[in-house]
């Protein structure tokens, strides 16, 4: 749907916008059911979209024409989602009931790099780092039926390409983060930090991955929880567990304009549009307890974990030309 377009055709008329239209196209390749689909960030009119008929679609949708499709890459089953990498051209992602992550480069319309086992469950969802994101680019979120939220360097994910002799080993994730039940959405935050929120059961869990490995107490202090209190054990990068819903979570997105503002719907048709506070996701002061230089960094509000990670020289997938060289943070940290 073009909503500018009814806007526009409203105000010619005195009226308000009709919902949705006008129609631009409809695009009827699947067979079953939709399950995810992703806007191509880079070239207009291209929506790929992922089905429970094991496809994934790659749509003109100016030409309202199937540009690529393949069928079958998740062992015949479900393909859960699909996405474009923010930060570098020509690379998408799918994940399926399989549990496998397929990275994608669009030039060759072919796999590129499988991970394998990456979760124990369906996996239903992926998001890569967004553009503003102030980590470098290789990195995305996966959200699984077996209650995890897995971060990935695609660098480093143990991911072989498609018929290598290594094709079955195990792909390693760089952290596994818990969620209260079947992660049905994952999605990265649109602002400057590496903010993830993912839908699970009857709440949002709100992740901040900088601060894996941080002090725990730093957070506790922050929530209001007794650091003497044993029965604590919140991780560091759980910013928030949004557990305004009764019914199971459907859907999560971040707002586009304005940072931490969040909404998320129910099987229930209820729709909560809610904000982070300030006091859940902001440093406090550097630690005077810190007995040593490892323990300040950790108390240290600047503390980020993904500059903790050695650069890896080793590149398997294409990237942006002019996003050659690591950033000035990442550099720092090598």
């Known amino acids: 749907f073009d909503i500018e377009k009814a806007a526009a055709a409203a105000a010619a008329k005195g009226g308000d916008a009709p919902g949705g239209g006008p129609l631009v196209a409809t695009l009827r390749d699947h067979e079953d059911e939709g399950y995810g689909v992703a806007w191509d960030p ?8 992922a089905g429970y008929d094991g496809s994934l679609i790659m749509f003109d949708v100016e030409k309202e024409m199937v540009e690529f499709k393949s069928t079958g890459n998740h062992g015949g089953g479900v393909v859960g989602d699909c996405a474009f990498a923010q930060k570098r051209d020509h690379v998408f992602g799918s994940c399926g009931d399989d549990g496998r992550v397929l ?11 499988v991970l394998h086992d990456a979760h124990d469950g369906d ?10 994101a102030v980590v470098d680019d290789p990195f995305f979120v996966t959200g ?94 759980l910013v928030v567990d949004h557990a305004g819903h009764k019914a199971k979570l459907n859907d999560v997105s971040w707002n586009l304009s304005e940072d931490m503002l969040a909404a998320s719907v129910a099987e229930d048709n209820s729709l909560q549009v809610w904000w982070l506070a300030s006091a859940l996701y902001e440093d406090d002061d550097e630690s005077d307890d810190a007995e040593n230089d490892d323990d300040k960094k950790k108390h240290n509000k600047e503390y980020d974990f993904f500059d903790t990670l050695p650069l890896s020289k080793e590149e398997e997938l294409p990237r942006k030309a002019d996003d050659d060289q690591p950033s000035a943070k990442r550099a720092k940290a090598k």
């Open 103 to 113: 990275l994608w480069d669009d030039r060759t319309r072919d796999v590129a790099q």
């Open 144 to 237: 699984s039926a077996d209650k995890t939220v897995k971060l990935w360097d695609m660098r480093k994910a143990a991911a072989s390409r498609e018929g290598s002799s290594t094709s079955t080993k195990k792909a390693t994730p760089l952290h596994v983060a818990s969620t209260a039940g079947d992660t049905v959405v994952v999605t990265w935050a649109p602002f400057g930090r590496a903010f993830v929120a993912a839908a699970s059961a009857r709440r949002v869990s709100v992740f901040d991955f900088t601060k894996i490995g941080a002090d725990a107490s730093d957070v506790s202090n922050a929530k209001g929880i007794d650091d003497d209190d044993e029965s604590n054990d919140t991780p560091p990068e």
């Open 123 to 132: 996996i239903n969802s992926l998001s890569f780092a967004s553009k503003e």
């Open 42 to 49: 880079r070239r207009k009119g291209k929506l790929l979209s």
